[in-house]
């Protein structure tokens, strides 16, 4: 599974699993589980044993947790290539957070953290990777917080559709192309903005020919000039 799995395009993901010797990932081979998830359906949720990590292998898995009126409250975004759950592999026994399907047809691959730890002990490139990854989202999230100090609604959402399409964006010529893209609600819950703000927003940079947008997409005429 990981031999075919690392002949795969996405550049992210071979970035962290072809670090791996063929004796590595025939041991890993042994241990690891594909799982399939369909939209909504849960990976994991709060207070559950922290005992695996996961790499996402396709589609995107969100990360929320739930607020004080008991509604979800979303965090986080992880796409194909990263890693989830990562907790586990620094001495947390218990999921903090839930984790769930955003797409349709989502393929996340299971591995005991402790296989994971002894991985990244005995190879140095992978565990340098892993560290990569995790910085990332803390340094994600601390702009999410700044944001919120410093920005107002227009502007975090204008970034965080460049944050997104830099990061998972397919280009083509000038444009950005973002498929499968988000709700417009799943977009104020990331950028803590109201949905109709977003749709407002959106529909401004429709008009001004800076995206066009439709159910299934969001293309960006030029991220320079966004």
Not at 19 to 37: G, K, P
Not at 209 to 225: A, G, Q
């Amino acid at each position: 599974m990981i031999n075919q799995m690392v002949k795969e395009k996405n550049q992210e993901f071979i970035g962290l699993l072809d670090m791996l010797t063929e004796s590595e990932r025939t041991i890993l081979d042994t241990q690891a589980v594909e799982i399939d998830l369909e939209k909504n359906e849960s990976l994991y949720s709060s207070g559950q044993d922290a005992r695996y990590v996961y790499i996402i292998k396709k589609g995107r898995v969100k990360i929320s947790t739930i607020g004080a009126d008991d509604k979800e409250v979303l965090k986080n975004l992880i796409h194909q290539g990263e890693m989830v759950g990562e907790e586990a592999l620094f001495g947390h026994n218990t999921r903090r957070d839930s984790a769930s399907a955003m797409d349709s047809g989502v393929v996340v691959y299971q591995i005991p953290a402790s296989q994971m730890a002894m991985l990244m002990k005995n190879n140095p490139e992978l565990s340098f990777k892993v560290t990569a990854q995790i910085a990332q989202k803390l340094q994600s999230a601390e702009r999410r917080l700044e944001s919120l100090t410093f920005q107002n609604s227009r502007t975090r959402i204008i970034e965080f559709l460049k944050e997104t399409a830099r990061k998972q964006g397919k280009k083509i010529g000038y444009e950005t192309l973002l498929r499968p893209f988000l709700t417009h609600q799943d977009i104020g819950n990331l950028t803590t903005t109201s949905r109709q703000t977003v749709s407002s927003v959106l529909n401004e940079l429709k008009g001004s020919n800076k995206i066009y947008y439709d159910r299934h997409r969001l293309l960006i005429r030029d991220i320079s000039v966004l």
